[in-house]
């Protein structure tokens, strides 16, 4: 079983519809979570940074961590064809010397006009 | 424009030779990670360093080198390039080992 499970999609939706993308992982132990949006031919960049549970919000985009389910959720509000990307988690333990990300496959989503 | 710049963007090569691709970051960032990039794989990391003068391996390291002379270089090298390590390429950095992580724009290698 891979640490974290990310369903790879594709997701496609209508303008303006509210998107869902989700992880779940293994490790009790990962204290920071991230979502990374990455579009077609370019690197990655972060889009939200979260840490233990609880929501963080920015703009139309929300980041939901449930420790006790070990489950993340990105929520993206009014969906945007600009939104078309593919979607990456990724998290970290910060404890002890072995401080990497673990990566999400990542979600590719479709906004259509 | 602070951020990270890799060269080349692409490249062809033939199997066997020797390919150097560079990172540089302008941002003062300690650390540094090359990730390969495979559909299906994801994101997966060669080789980091922590701070400059340290390397480590990652989850894919063999086949591949790197060094860190300085804070702000990190070339990785294929001694020998092989058809499997065709992939694109992305070089990152953060502040600090947990910090977020900042992508360059990747570089595109075939390996014939």
């Known amino acids: 079983q891979k640490e974290v499970e990310q369903d790879p999609g594709p997701l496609s939706v209508p303008e303006g519809a509210i998107v869902s993308l989700n992880c779940t992982y293994s490790?009790?132990?990962?204290?920071?979570f991230m979502w990374y949006r990455q579009y077609s031919r370019k690197g990655p960049e972060l889009l939200m940074y979260t840490y233990s549970s609880g929501n963080k919000e920015d703009g139309r985009f929300t980041a939901q961590v449930d420790k006790s389910s070990k489950y993340i959720s990105l929520f993206i509000r009014d969906s945007q064809p600009s939104d078309s990307a593919t979607y990456l988690c990724?998290?970290?333990?910060?404890?002890?010397?072995?401080?990497?990300?673990?990566w999400g496959l990542g979600t590719s989503l479709a906004v259509n006009p | 424009i602070a951020g990270i710049t890799q060269a080349p963007t692409s490249q062809i090569l033939a199997a066997g030779r020797r390919m150097t691709l560079r990172c540089t970051q302008d941002m003062r960032h300690n650390a540094m990670y090359w990730y390969r990039q495979d559909l299906g794989l994801g994101l997966r990391l060669i080789h980091y360093s922590n701070t400059a003068g340290t390397t480590g391996k990652g989850e894919v390291p063999d086949g591949y080198s790197v060094s860190r002379a300085n804070t702000d270089d990190f070339p990785l090298t294929l001694a020998s390039a092989v058809p499997s390590q065709t992939s694109v390429y992305f070089c990152?950095?953060?502040?600090?080992?947990?910090?977020?992580?900042?992508f360059g724009p990747g570089t595109r290698l075939t390996v014939l």
């Open positions: 990724a998290m970290i333990n910060n404890a002890g010397n072995n401080r990497k990300l673990i």
């Open positions: 990152a950095s953060s502040a600090g080992a947990s910090d977020t992580q900042y």
């Open positions: 490790n009790s132990a990962f204290q920071y």
